[in-house]
């Protein structure tokens, strides 16, 4: 049986909307859950980076444009995006602590929206990230990346795993599978 839900599809498809209604959804039924997910940040029109949000209303920087010449130096970035590691850890990583200490009415579900490039330059993510989809008082409600270029390590790895449960989520069905996801969640809890 899955112990694990991932989303995943094609960005901008509607996967953090999905994991923000099945949020809701499992909050009011009284599951406890925490975690975070990602939101793009615009002005003026223009996308300029990407906020990390926790489910307690935390919101820190993830990344955000960067000049070309601060661009060509920095080490963590991805197309014109600097992500800012430390910004990141600070948000995401207390939130993933005590993932073992699951509750009377069944294990913890933590979000983790999203594993994925920008999020994967860091080690400390990596390994909290490994220990959740291990700990026994956890069930994770994730998204990932479609398979594009360079394979990510972790990512093969979520996909490789028995006991995960992926979701590809598309135009056609993204407003139909708000319950099912819903529901395998409920189930992996047990
Ligand atoms: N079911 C839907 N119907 C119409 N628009 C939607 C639907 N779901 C999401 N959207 C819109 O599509 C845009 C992208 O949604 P969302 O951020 O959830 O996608 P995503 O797959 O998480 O993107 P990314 O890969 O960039 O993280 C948002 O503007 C959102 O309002």
């Given at each position: 049986?899955?112990?694990?839900?991932?989303?995943?599809?094609?960005?901008?498809?509607?996967?953090?909307?999905?994991?923000?209604?099945?949020?809701?959804?499992?909050?009011?039924?009284?599951?406890?859950?925490?975690?975070?997910?990602?939101?793009?940040?615009?002005?003026?029109?223009?996308?300029?980076?990407?906020?990390?949000?926790?489910?307690?209303?935390?919101?820190?920087?993830?990344?955000?444009?960067?000049?070309?010449?601060?661009?060509?130096?920095?080490?963590?970035?991805?197309?014109?995006?600097?992500?800012?590691?430390?910004?990141?850890?600070?948000?995401?990583?207390?939130?993933?602590?005590n993932?073992d200490l699951?509750?009377?009415?069944?294990?913890?579900?933590?979000?983790?929206?999203?594993?994925?490039?920008?999020?994967?330059?860091?080690?400390?993510?990596?390994?909290?990230?490994?220990?959740?989809?291990?700990?026994?008082?956890?069930?994770?409600?994730?998204?990932?990346?479609?398979?594009?270029?360079?394979?990510?390590?972790?990512?093969?790895?979520?996909?490789?795993?028995?006991?995960?449960?992926?979701?590809?989520?598309?135009?056609?069905?993204?407003?139909?599978?708000?319950?099912?996801?819903?529901?395998?969640?409920?189930?992996?809890?047990?």
């Amino acid at each position: 049986m899955a112990k694990h839900v991932f989303l995943t599809g094609p960005p901008g498809i509607g996967k953090t909307t999905l994991i923000k209604k099945a949020t809701e959804a499992l909050k009011s039924s009284g599951v406890p859950i925490d975690g975070f997910y990602t939101e793009e940040v615009r002005e003026g029109g223009r996308r300029i980076g990407f906020d990390v949000v926790t489910l307690s209303g935390r919101r820190g920087t993830l990344s955000r444009l960067g000049s070309d010449s601060s661009t060509a130096r920095c080490e963590y970035r991805v197309g014109q995006y600097i992500v800012d590691l430390v910004s990141f850890e600070h948000l995401v990583l207390p939130v993933l602590r005590n993932v073992d200490l699951g509750s009377d009415t069944g294990k913890k579900v933590h979000v983790i929206d999203e594993v994925g490039k920008m999020e994967l330059f860091s080690q400390s993510f990596i390994q909290a990230v490994r220990q959740t989809l291990t700990a026994s008082g956890t069930t994770i409600l994730g998204t990932i990346p479609i398979p594009k270029g360079k394979p990510l390590g972790l990512v093969e790895e979520i996909r490789s795993r028995k006991d995960i449960k992926v979701f590809n989520v598309t135009k056609e069905n993204r407003d139909n599978i708000l319950q099912d996801i819903v529901t395998t969640v409920q189930n992996c809890r047990k």
